[in-house]
């Protein structure tokens, strides 16, 4: 195996938030904005916990149906197929729920997936987390996310045995920036954050179609 690439989901892999496009058409646009100011004030992880709630009794198959006509990200699909033609191993690392990135990494066919568990009963959410914590807890500038994007990568290359400097990682928001620092190649995708764009080696102004000969010859580096 030559090496892992490794992609957040959410305008990453997928043109728009998952949970931008869900409070849309579940009608909690307002609640979320009202958690999304709360921020600054708690750990990231506190917020999924809050995010998690809006979704109480709601049937995980009516969650299901939006998710699924989630636009991916032009050129995606071409980028899996290169990476699986150089031997590269493929993941989704995402906080979006496991039972909606499972959807996502069977129909571009990758490899891993690592997020966020959303409890599920009788066929709807019960608005709870059993997401098992993990982060670096001596770090005073952790952001203490519910998926450290840094212990999920390093999980992934200690199960198959892949060394960091042979990993590259995809990612648009400040939840990516540790994974991005930590990879041999990182590139943001249309960044949320003017952050991440200090950790990057290439940005993806638009699509993958767009940056493919760039994108093509960092992937040549590994």
């Known amino acids: 195996m030559r090496g892992l690439a490794v992609f957040d989901m959410d305008g990453t892999l997928l043109a728009k938030r998952t949970i931008d496009v869900l409070s849309d058409e579940l009608s909690f646009k307002q609640k979320l904005q009202q958690i999304d100011q709360m921020s600054k004030d708690k750990y990231a992880y506190q917020i999924s916990i809050e995010v998690a709630r809006l979704f109480e009794g709601i049937s995980a198959s009516k969650v299901i ?18 990476f699986k033609k150089e031997k590269f191993l493929t993941a989704i690392i995402s906080d979006s729920y496991t039972f909606l990135i499972k959807r996502l990494a069977k129909k571009l066919q990758i490899d891993e997936f690592l997020g966020n568990v959303a409890e599920i009963n009788a066929g709807r959410l019960t608005g709870k987390l059993i997401t098992q914590l993990y ?43 540790c994974m991005l620092k930590h990879a041999k190649v990182a590139i943001g995708v249309t960044p949320r954050n003017v952050t991440l764009t200090e950790y990057v080696d290439l940005i993806v102004e638009k699509d993958f179609e767009e940056s493919w000969n760039s994108i093509i010859r960092l992937i040549s580096k590994i």
């Open 65 to 82: 149906d939006i998710f699924d006509q989630i636009e991916v990200r032009r050129g995606a699909l071409r980028l899996i197929n290169f």
């Open 135 to 177: 982060w670096r807890k001596s770090d005073p500038r952790c952001k203490r996310h519910s998926v450290c994007k840094l212990h999920a990568l390093e999980s992934i290359i200690n199960k198959y045995n892949i060394p960091m400097d042979k990993t590259i990682a995809f990612g648009d928001s400040s939840g990516d920036i």
